[in-house]
């Protein structure tokens, strides 16, 4: 079956999102920029991979990221403070709007993809060796320093 995501799509979100310039979202997109670069680059085992794929949005009770997005939506449209100026209409659609988000986001439905490919790696093949690349200490810095200066050069990121 040929993919129809392909690692740009992960990496012009990432982009996109670098730009709004947020400290906490910054922190988020650097996560995910990792999870993907270590994927690339066969530091992940098929145990691990299992693990990043539960904890993204495959957790039947919704504690994974999908799901914590949903929450922190709901937070940010009813325990926000910064809303206070709303009117009251549009204050309640704010709190129904990220209640809804919540809701939809922890449904049990959006992660049976990511279930399923979870499923699929506990029918490896033994025969096969999964391969992991481990870096040293060397060379994790000059990985690092190269992901820096290129962060610093970059113009999308805020100076």
Not at 108 to 118: E, Q, W
Not at 130 to 157: F, G, M, W, Y
Request: net charge negative.
């Amino acid at each position: 079956m040929a993919s129809h995501v392909h690692s740009s799509d992960l990496d012009d979100v990432c982009d996109t999102l670098a730009e709004i310039g947020d400290e906490d979202l910054d922190l988020i997109v650097t996560g995910f920029r990792n999870i993907a670069r270590r994927a690339r680059t066969r530091q992940l085992d098929p145990n691990h991979t299992q693990v990043l794929l539960a904890s993204i949005c495959a957790s039947p009770d919704a504690t994974d990221v999908v799901g914590l997005a949903g929450y922190a939506i709901a937070e940010l449209t009813d325990h926000n403070p910064a809303l206070e100026a709303l009117t009251n209409d549009a204050r309640k659609n704010a709190v129904q709007a990220g209640q809804e988000a919540a809701f939809r986001l922890t449904d049990d439905y959006l992660r049976r993809p990511a279930s399923d490919a979870n499923e699929a790696l506990d029918h490896l093949d033994p025969e096969r060796r999964c391969h992991v690349d481990r870096l040293t200490d060397e060379q994790r810095k000059e990985l690092s320093d190269k992901v820096k200066k290129a962060n610093d050069q970059s113009r999308n990121r805020p100076k």
